[in-house]
């Protein structure tokens, strides 16, 4: 993203992320982890190569990784919960940066109000 240098634009800029701000529906900071694995039956489909896949979800815990299984009938929203927070942590990291912006654009036109006088 290109910050913008005129206060004015950087409030547009605000405004337009600021409504975007909102979550479409739950939002998952978590990471998705595909584990193949045999189950051990030796007449198993998996004992001749075809391993059962699963999937599991992990995530930081006060420093401690914790993982939840996630049902294959679940995939698809555990992944649209993934790419929402995604997007809202991309907007928030841009509505930081023109923040940021404005402040020093705030402290730029100070001098020159004070460089005017
Ligand atoms: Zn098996």
């Given at each position: 993203?290109?910050t913008p240098?005129?206060?004015?634009l950087i409030?547009?800029?605000?405004g337009?992320r ?23 039956k ?11 896949v ?6 930081k ?12 009938a ?5 992944q649209?919960w993934q790419h929402?927070?995604r997007r809202?942590?991309r907007?928030l ?25």
């Amino acid at each position: 993203m290109k910050t913008p240098v005129h206060p004015t634009l950087i409030q547009r800029s605000l405004g337009a992320r600021q409504k975007q701000l909102q979550a479409q529906g739950p939002v998952l900071a978590a990471s998705l982890v595909t584990v193949r694995r045999t189950c051990g039956k030796p007449s198993c489909h998996c004992a001749h190569g075809h391993k059962h896949v699963g999937h599991y979800l992990t995530w930081k815990e006060q420093g401690k990784t914790r993982s939840a299984y996630v049902p294959q009938a679940l995939l698809p929203q555990v992944q649209q919960w993934q790419h929402e927070y995604r997007r809202l942590k991309r907007l928030l990291a841009e509505v930081s940066q023109l923040s940021v912006a404005l402040v020093k654009t705030h402290t730029t036109h100070q001098r020159r109000r004070a460089g005017r006088s």
